[in-house]
């Protein structure tokens, strides 16, 4: 029904050689109408570029018409379709009507951020009335541990450098 949350899942893997960097992610739709064979969202669309680099303000919060039978790029749902609930979404019609017209309001909008203002901030943004996202969290946090690891790795070769330089000097000293 209207003011609906749906999660499609976007399985993506970089593959080189025999080591594989996935970067799946999940996209957030809201639903403002449902019939039998199609469904009407709003949701930040990407353009091609901000797929690739992910800038902020190169997406724009759109509104869709989704017909189950030919269009399997918006919800391919052998990937993964999922209707997303929780206590605090709109029950009553009078709530849901709100929070699609809250959505309507922020279309054409370009302030997309992948961490503060995406697809699951706004629908989260949308029913709850909080911008939240769990997705790009988990993704901050699996950056700092890279970042953290790369810092570490970067010390210990500099360290394993300087040793090796003065293992070089000594040996210039003693002539081998």
């Not at 509104?63 to 209707?83: R, W």
């Not at 040793?163 to 081998?176: A, M, P, T, V």
Request: a positive charge; hydrophobic letters at 40%; charged letters at 25%.
């Amino acid at each position: 029904g209207s003011a609906s949350h749906i999660r499609a899942h976007r399985p993506r893997a970089l593959r080189i050689l025999w080591w594989t960097f996935d970067y799946s992610y999940d996209h957030h739709f809201l639903v403002t109408e449902a019939t039998e064979n199609k469904l009407t969202i709003i949701h930040y669309a990407l353009k091609r570029l901000s797929r690739i680099i992910l800038l902020k303000g190169v997406a724009e919060i759109i509104q869709d018409s989704v017909d189950f039978a030919n269009d399997e790029e918006i919800l391919d749902f052998d990937a993964g379709v999922y209707l997303v609930t929780a206590e605090n979404y709109p029950q009553t019609p009078q709530e849901k009507s709100k929070a699609v017209c809250k959505a309507r309001r922020r279309l054409g909008e370009r302030q997309y951020s992948v961490f503060y203002n995406n697809c699951d901030c706004f629908v989260s943004w949308t029913l709850r009335g909080c911008s939240y996202s769990h997705q790009a969290m988990n993704a901050k946090g699996l950056l700092l541990y890279i970042g953290i690891v790369t810092r570490y790795c970067l010390r210990t070769y500099r360290a394993l450098q300087t040793f090796k330089d003065c293992i070089n000097k000594l040996r210039c000293l003693f002539g081998e």
